[in-house]
């Protein structure tokens, strides 16, 4: 009989092409992506004279250095970068989706609509976030840039076989715990540095139940628990949802169907959880683990984190004045993201600024359609042009020390939104509950 | 890159849990070429805080669990090697920075760091033995990390010795997983 293999094995295995006896193996990458921030990988190609050597798996996009508002202040170095990466792309002959090719967005949010991310493949791309992928049962993980010039140079990377963690939830959760809830509320159990050295597969029927979108915002917070990759199993929601993508294949081939984790495989950890137990979460301090119930009271025991965020501990964390929302990120920028900030902001008006922006151009316009960008520009919010945007920056979209964002993003780091920012990651839902109230506020109450 | 062999010096430590590579290297910075030298951007937003341990001039740097989480950015490892630091310590690193160390020569070294204080310090790879005023101590290290450190190895250079195994790999590939023409 077989031994029974994990989806991780089944994905891992067939991409080894060299196991040294000192244990680093030498891995096909079936998919790169890069990005404005993929310079430094392509300066070290040129440094040493070397061509990219698939350029048909390798994929360019505008993500980190968008303008979200054009109108505003032009910033001639960030536009350098994203004409470095045009210029990259057509000298090594990549394709590549531009700022204002209807394909732009979001690395993480337009590289799965294009297809471009499938079960069983490995996937790789010069950020961390790039473990939203495994959503597919890809194994997806994020690169530096030396390894990102080491997957153009040669479509393979070395890497040591990481350790496997199941986390199983269960249970249905509440109408209004989203599936960024699910994930704070795991890595408020595992920690940030918890899952370091491995790949944790999610499963369970709470996670079976989740929309593509769910899994991959599941996924990609993955790395804040400090995990290689996340991954999904693939199944029906996900080939229907792969069906007609640009560069997804016409058919759904037989290996797919057989990628899912085998009864009695063995896991290196194993973690339960309640989904009818999570309520909305939010983060009080500045690491994503910092994650609590919107009915809790904020914490005692690190000092720094309090007074960076100015929070006293044992005030209740609903209630918190905030001075701005953003709604965005390759964590939270999908339509059906959207569609939940945009049922709690129908009719009502945002008392503190906030800017909203689409992960990518299809979800724009998309949104757009819908009325839902109308729901947010009603409530007096500014609709961004796509891309990374608040949730690191680069683009100039900072947050003013001292102010405080009610955020939809994966990160609430000490200076993560501009020097002196202090951030509070939570659901679209929540978010949009902050932008109408100016306070943190337990959406359940509002809906 | 350049080969890691003995280097002693000044030691820093900085005990804090989860010092993400944002904290290392704020993204502001992360456009800036390469050449420009990114020892100046490290640690930029805090190192003007009192009683901040880094001073300038350190050549190993203990931390706290889970050192340089977050971003991919190897901007982070830029910093702190061009800042002069050749080594980190600490009990767990995040795993795209302990590999993005590596490919620099940045010596990461996975170790429980009670009894490190700041001072002087000499580590010793190739022995795999690290000597402070009152510590001397052995540490683990991956054979092949090791290995691309101490001889300074081209990691590309080293993977187009399998360019056979490649092509073949590169052959078997199912049709599915290309993209669709």
Known sequence: MKQPRTLFEK???????????????????????????????????????????????????????????????????????????????????????????????????????????????????????????????????????SEVAHVLATQTLWQRRPRTMRILVRGKPHPHVAAKDMILAIIALTGAGGAVGHVVEYAGPAIMALSMEGRMTICNMSVEAGARAGMVAPDETTFAWLAGRRYAPAEVPDDWRDLASDAGAAFDRELVLDAAEVAPMVTWGTSPQAAIPVTGVVPDGDAAALAYMGLAAGTPIAGTKVDRVFIGSCTNARLPDLRAAADVLRGRRAVVPGLVVAGSMAVKRQAEAEGLASVFIDAGMAWGEPGCSMCVGMNGDLVAPGERCASTSNRNFVGRQGPGARTHLMSPAMAAAAAVTGAITDVRRLA | MRPFGVVNGRAAVMAQANVDTDQIIPARFLRKPRGGGYGQFLFADIRAEPGFPLRGGEVVLVGGRNFGCGSSREGAVYALMDAGVRCVIAPSFGDIFAGNAAKNGLLTIAMPVEGFVAGDMTVDLPGQVIRAANVETRFAIDPFRKRCLVEGLDDIGLTLEHTAAIAAHEAAVPGWARPRS
């Open chain 1, 11 to 145: 994905v891992w295995n067939p991409h080894v092409i060299v196991a040294r006896d000192d244990g680093a193996c030498l891995l096909w990458i079936d998919r790169h992506i890069v990005h404005e921030g993929s310079f430094h990988g392509f300066g070290m190609l040129d440094h040493d004279g070397r061509k990219v050597h698939r350029p048909d798996l390798t994929f360019a996009l505008a993500d980190h250095y968008v303008p979200s508002r054009p109108a505003f202040a032009r910033d001639a170095e960030a536009e350098g970068l994203i004409a470095t990466l045009r210029d990259n792309a057509r000298r090594h002959g990549l394709a590549h989706f531009d700022v204002g090719d209807p394909r732009q967005g979001i690395v993480h949010v337009a590289g799965p609509e294009q297809g471009l991310t499938l079960p069983g493949t490995t996937l790789v791309c010069g950020d961390s976030h790039t473990s939203t992928h495994g959503a597919f049962g890809a194994l997806a993980f994020g690169i530096g840039a």
